[in-house]
């Protein structure tokens, strides 16, 4: 008897340990349990009490310390909120935010492309942001209208754009100022179109040492990608026409016969990935296609003496690959929250000068003309890109697209497929995506 | 009747014990698989409401050019791996199984890098592979050569970037289980082939190498099974490309689930990696194992 009765509380023993666990889950089906819950009880009684916010951000690179400061500078500006800060691992961001977003274990605010508000939009847990604005007190117009735009969705804005980060172009001067192609104003001499620039770079190949390249790109990264965007958009192409993918066209053969041109000609170097910032930064290219972000990567290089200008026009119309940092509010029962997150990304917009320190462009005009962004060396020649920037097209495939394009035009740099075949290719497996 | 009562709390004792491991393995491995066949049946982005739409994700598989690419690269990586690391573990094996000077500290750089994380191992690699900036590149480079080959560029030199990496990071575990083998070796047996002037190389062929089938044949379950896994190295390392060149299947469901959000093909695609695994395991297991007796 004794013996079973010990099974016995073994066995309560060993269930009890297993069903505690679950038991958190069970009774708050519907709360946001990643929400911070300090403070929820006890605002009604004391007015003073300190809103909490969870934030989440994707910068494991070196833009996570500039944030990280903005935080603390935030924190310290006021007493009613206290934002707490977590840096994510860039690689794994949007499957961590969107599974925490479909399992109700968001934080109160969190940073999110504009290029992949789509893929988070249809959790159901992406707050339009209209009326929380109104509360919080963030005037819409004092906001870029560019950025403005790209984040209304039916009628509504969903988040609120911190910056613009594109692709410019960044130029040693010593070489271009040795081969002559300078203008007095520091600006390059060149003439206008793709053949102006590829004549530059060969202007430039002719009085450059032989291990330094004309121009440097990422040839098998994501690079290649964002410069053949933008060289399509500049002819008027498209990339998504009535939520289709349009990437065998004539806009598309010419830019990427364009990008295969410079390597064949040698003007710019086959199989380079990230190691292109390096190459450049160490003065072994002249002129680099890359994100505004290197611009605190590069500036720490004193022997390098750059200049950084929007992505040049070499078509009909200027455009550049472009995106945009926002902060989204997931939704949660407390709307306290809501607003308190709405009017702290409100004032990371307003003091994005310091943000800019990264390289970004602020999203809102009074701050670009502010003393304290001119005051930055490099950031202000390149500002104007924010207006000519041309965001992706809205779609929960876009990423699934991007990749298949990239996959078949990285071939074609490395002459796996020609320009036709490689297209092709891109096409067909992009339709496959779609209609799945 | 009393007999009955024994036996039945015998079980109950038995599984008193076993509940804890038990209910963890149920919850946390059974039930997972299940849901993911479940969910394999199932089509809708990731986060939103899922459609129940029965096979048709494993019949859009069939006809997916992709997976039979990163099928057919996962069973390139298993064919050229595998010996490689049975070879050069057993190789290692015997070197640092020699009474020489040295071994010790050979012993421990051969497993140094085992305990390294993949994504060290693939920074390292990155490191002193990719054109222009890397090791080879720029010491080759001062010696006034140019790096005529591209070791992330094609198929080809692609897969060998991969396997060089993946020798490096985990042959020192194989060859700590080759070790143990060597040393489970009786040396008698040793010393009566040398009475009978067996030479070396009759010493390795009739003495070593059977006494090593068992730890060969783990170690090439082991890598096998290893090898199917492969991700953190191609994700790493070739991202994949040039276009699917190095995509093996592992990473190519990462692409689908967290890429383009399809968690019901993700799921159908390792459904199948998951049974493609099972029944080669249980092929070799018997075919390996089956010889001793």
């Not at chain 1, 679950?22 to 300090?38: H, I, L």
Request: contains cysteine.
């Amino acid at each position: 008897m004794k013996k079973v009765m010990s099974h016995f509380v073994l066995l309560i023993m060993v269930v009890s340990l297993v069903l505690s666990g679950c038991s958190k889950g069970n009774n708050s089906a519907q709360k946001n349990e990643g929400a911070s819950n300090a403070g929820d009880e006890k605002t009604a009684n004391v007015s003073k009490e300190v809103i909490e916010l969870k934030y989440w951000v994707p910068f494991s690179g070196s833009d996570g310390e500039y944030m990280e400061n903005m935080v603390k500078a935030f924190n310290e500006s006021q007493s009613e909120i206290k934002v707490e800060f977590m840096n994510n691992n860039w690689d794994n961001y949007y499957p961590k935010l969107l599974s925490s977003l479909a399992a109700n274990s968001a934080p109160d605010v969190a940073v999110a492309h504009v290029s992949h508000l789509a893929e988070l939009i249809p959790t159901g847990m992406i707050q339009p942001l209209d009326e929380l604005a109104t509360e919080a007190g963030l005037d819409w117009s004092t906001y870029g209208k560019n950025q403005e735009t790209s984040v209304i969705r039916d009628g509504q804005h969903i988040a609120v754009p911190l910056d613009t980060h594109a692709v410019v172009m960044y130029y040693n001067k010593k070489y271009l100022g040795d081969a002559g192609l300078l203008n007095e104003d520091g600006s390059i001499k060149m003439e206008p179109g793709a053949e102006g620039f590829t004549k530059m770079l060969e202007t430039l190949k002719g009085s450059l040492p032989a291990d330094v390249s004309p121009l440097i790109i990422g040839s098998n990264n994501v690079f290649t990608y964002w410069i053949w965007y933008a060289l399509v958009q500049q002819q008027g192409g498209t990339y998504f026409k009535d939520g289709q993918p349009t990437i065998d066209t004539p806009e598309g053969k010419v830019a990427m016969e364009l990008i295969k041109s410079w390597i064949d000609k040698g003007l710019a170097l086959p199989d380079i990935g990230d190691n292109s910032y390096d190459i450049f930064k160490t003065s072994k290219a002249a002129v680099t296609f890359t994100g505004v972000w290197s611009t605190g990567n590069f500036e720490s290089e004193k022997s390098l003496d750059f200049a950084a200008v929007p992505f040049p026009q070499l078509y009909a119309q200027p455009a550049a690959w472009g995106d945009s940092h926002t902060l989204i509010v997931p939704k949660q029962d407390n709307k306290e929250k809501q607003v308190a997150a709405v009017k702290f990304a409100d004032w990371l917009a307003d003091n994005a000068a310091m943000w800019a320190k990264a390289g970004h462009v602020p999203s809102k005009p009074a701050v670009l003309e502010s003393e304290e962004y001119k005051a930055l060396p490099y950031r202000a020649s390149y500002a104007a890109v924010m207006d000519i920037v041309k965001y992706m097209p809205d779609s929960t495939k876009l990423s699934a697209v991007n990749d298949a394009v990239l996959e078949s035009l990285v071939e074609v740099n490395y002459g796996i497929k020609s320009v036709e075949e490689g297209l092709a290719a891109a096409q067909k497996n992009a339709d496959k995506l779609m209609s799945k | 009747m009393k007999m009955k009562s024994h036996i039945y709390k015998n079980y109950l004792t038995a599984l008193a014990f076993l509940a804890p491991f038990m209910i963890l393995y149920l919850i946390f491995w059974i039930y997972p698989i299940f849901k993911g066949f479940l969910g394999s049946l199932s089509s809708g982005t990731f986060g939103a409401e899922k459609t129940f739409v029965g096979l048709d994700n494993y019949r859009y598989m069939m006809e997916d050019e992709k997976f039979w690419s990163a099928l057919w690269n996962t069973l390139y990586f298993i064919l050229i791996s595998t010996p490689s690391i049975v070879v050069l573990g057993l190789g290692m094996a015997i070197l640092v199984n020699m009474k020489l000077k040295g071994t010790t500290i050979l012993r421990m750089a051969f497993f140094m890098p085992y305990m390294l994380s993949v994504s060290v191992i693939g920074s390292i690699w990155v490191f002193i592979l990719q054109s222009r900036t890397g090791l080879i590149a720029e010491t080759l480079n001062s010696f006034g050569i140019t790096m005529g080959v591209s070791f992330f560029g094609s198929w080809g030199m692609g897969w060998l970037s991969i396997l060089i990496a993946t020798l490096w990071w985990t042959v020192g575990f194989n060859m700590i289980l080759f070790l143990a083998g060597l040393q489970e070796i009786p040396e008698d047996l040793y010393e009566a082939a040398d009475i009978d002037g067996a030479n070396k190389w009759a010493q390795f062929r009739f003495i070593t190498m059977p006494s090593l089938k068992g730890v060969t044949a783990l170690v090439i379950l082991l890598q096998t099974i290893a090898s199917f896994k492969l991700f953190g190295q191609t994700w790493l390392i070739t991202k994949g490309g040039p276009g699917t060149s190095t995509t093996p299947l592992v990473h190519y469901i990462y692409q689908i689930a967290f890429r383009q959000w399809d968690t019901g093909y993700a799921s159908a695609v390792s459904f199948v990696l998951f049974l493609t695994i099972a029944l080669i395991s249980l092929a070799q297991y018997k075919l390996l194992m089956g010889k001793k007796n």
